[in-house]
């Protein structure tokens, strides 16, 4: 039985930077741990694929100029929805191209709005960027159903990767970039067998779905069920597939969400080349990691 979408809200805005400060953080016994094996990465990378013939029906809606670059309302195909994005145009020719993925939490831009002004930052170099709403658990909530949330998640990588086609009609082949927060952060680290993006800014993620599922959505849900269901599906069982892209972790110091030994595990999970810092933040992170990942970007995509 589906969780009320009011239920789901109050619930999704506790796990994820929102509510009360009572919410207790996830236990070291099961967070950040998976008692499954994970499937091979080839296949992984089956469970998201996708016609990629389908058009994308690109709709330009608005378009206005801001910091010198033009950021565009546009919609696009995937699968069968119809996804709203900024796609952020430079001037001139792109010389590299970014993917945003925003987090969720009740602080300002839980939504596509989220990275605008790295995006617009970033366009001053010669960089497009695409920066998606993302739906789930957004628009759609968590469930009891452990394999209808894993085909969400699933639905929602394949979203992205749509949105890659569309950075890549614009661009051509140029050097791509990843960059996600919270969800956006976990969803990312699922685009590893996508490999088109050579780096990737992966912000406060948490090492496994089932963990918050268990922990804030559906607490009295089988952990056996959701370790079998989303086992493929880990943060922490695919972000060591992500060579030869490299992969640059912002946690924080003060994060509620994320303690400090599941930024371990991440971490030591990951192929190399990888980088890890710690901010003197929240799960929000700070200006200094927005600075930082900034830089890196322009180190990766060959901006610098």
């Given at each position: 039985m589906r969780l009320t979408t009011l239920v789901t809200l109050t619930v999704l805005l506790a796990?994820?930077?929102?509510?009360?400060?009572?919410?207790?953080?996830?236990?070291?016994?099961?967070?950040?741990?998976?008692?499954?094996?994970?499937?091979?990465?080839?296949?992984?990378?089956?469970?998201?694929?996708?016609?990629?013939?389908?058009?994308?029906?690109l709709v330009e809606k608005r378009t206005k100029s801001q910091q010198g670059a033009e950021v565009v309302d546009v919609v696009f195909e995937a699968a069968d929805r119809r996804v709203s994005a900024?796609?952020?145009?430079?001037?001139?020719?792109?010389?590299?191209?970014?993917?945003?993925a925003h987090w969720y939490g009740e602080q300002a831009n839980p939504n596509r709005k989220e990275f605008l002004v790295d995006a617009l930052a970033l366009a001053k170099e010669g960089v497009v960027s695409l920066l998606p709403q993302e739906f789930f658990p957004w628009l759609e909530p968590v469930s009891e159903d452990a394999d209808a949330d894993r085909q969400l998640t699933i639905d929602q990588v394949v979203q992205l990767r749509r949105g890659l086609d569309v950075l890549q009609e614009q661009a051509g082949d140029?050097?791509?970039?990843?960059?996600?927060?919270?969800?956006?952060?976990?969803?990312?680290?699922?685009?590893?067998?996508?490999?088109?993006?050579?780096?990737?800014?992966?912000?406060?993620?948490?090492?496994t779905f089932s963990n918050w599922f268990l922990k804030y959505f559906v607490r009295g849900a089988s952990k056996a069920d959701l370790d079998r269901a989303f086992a493929p599906l880990e943060p922490l069982n695919n972000v060591g597939d992500a060579a030869p892209a490299s992969v640059f972790f912002q946690f924080a110091k003060s994060?509620?969400?994320?303690?400090?030994y599941v930024a371990d595990k991440l971490t030591e999970a990951a192929s190399e080349p990888k980088k890890a810092e710690s901010y003197d933040a929240g799960h929000e992170l700070d200006d200094a990691a927005r600075t930082d990942r900034l830089a890196w970007l322009r180190d990766e995509l060959g901006l610098s």
């Open positions: 796990a994820c930077g929102g509510g009360s400060d009572t919410v207790a953080p996830p236990t070291e016994s099961n967070a950040g741990t998976t008692s499954t094996a994970a499937p091979s990465l080839d296949e992984r990378a089956e469970l998201f694929s996708y016609d990629e013939s389908a058009p994308l029906n900024f796609l952020v145009r430079p001037k001139g020719q792109p010389k590299a191209a970014v993917l945003w140029v050097p791509v970039g990843f960059v996600g927060h919270d969800y956006g952060a976990m969803f990312g680290a699922l685009l590893v067998a996508d490999k088109r993006p050579q780096a990737y800014v992966l912000m406060a993620p948490d090492a994060d509620r969400f994320v303690p400090g």
